[in-house]
């Protein structure tokens, strides 16, 4: 299932409802269009009118409910993932280490490092990360709370305007002609197309896949217990670097004393070679 399934049923459900409404009032103005005298349409116009604005309002209350339900429940699911200030400083201590040492780290390792630091549910430990990612020239990208929550910001919106303004043929007709540019989007967004784009952004900054379980201590030791059973059943490898081996370590002549010492050395037997 899509994350955002339940939102493309009700704007689906929602569309549907109202283009039946409109199509079931424009019937009924037509009907009475036909059969009755002008004193007694302007009536029933009014009438037809009140009638379907009290369905409107109906429909239109029952889905944007339905539609901050769904927007409610994605936020929930990314609520609570990290823990406020805390910091794994075994976690930490490691990361300083390697950052200190100069080396350069790839992708990979980064991405090793953000993964645990998500695991650790410390905020302050994927900063490190992020820092570690930036010092090594690489941009680290991490789902967040916040930027998730950015994307169904957006998608209130949108959908929200929808919910609000959307009638069918009869968008924007009450204030215009309908063909201006406002209009002509709440009719395209009515399809709920907009939702693509919109998930895969959420896709990328959810948190919400992060799964978070409990266990009583006593069986987190059992399961530490097994795991290092497991652990010491591995075999241990031993690697031998023979003398064969091609490593080769030259010195720079041009900069040691011994360097210095055999050039002088050399100068002098050349010169008193001369000289004989």
Known sequence: MNKFDEIRRIMKNFKGDVDSLVSNKLTEIQTAKARLNPQA?????????????????????????????????????????YISGYIDYDLLGRMNIVAQSGVELTETELSDFCKEAMRSRSEFCIRKCQLMARDNHFDLSVPSEAKAN???????????????????????????????????????????????????????????????????????????????????????????????????VKGDNHRSAAGEFARSYSTRMQSSTEVE
């Open 150 to 248: 950015g994307v169904l910001d957006e998608v209130t919106k949108i959908a929200g305007e929808v919910i609000a303004e959307y009638a069918g043929e009869l968008t924007g007709i009450k204030n215009g002609t309908g063909r201006d540019g406002h209009s002509m989007m709440i009719k395209v967004n009515s399809s709920g197309a907009f939702l693509d784009r919109y998930e895969k952004m959420y896709e990328k900054e959810t948190v919400e896949d992060v799964k978070i379980s409990q266990i009583s201590k006593k069986g987190y030791e059992e399961m530490k217990e097994y795991k290092e059973e497991q652990e010491a059943e591995r075999p241990v490898e031993l690697v031998d670097v023979s003398d064969s081996i091609g490593i080769q």
């Open 41 to 81: 349409l302007e009536e029933e116009l009014k009438s037809i009118e009140t009638e379907y604005d009290r369905h409107f309002s109906f429909t239109r209350s029952t889905y944007q409910t339905q539609l901050n339900d769904a927007i409610a429940d994605r936020r929930k699911s990314n609520t609570n993932k």
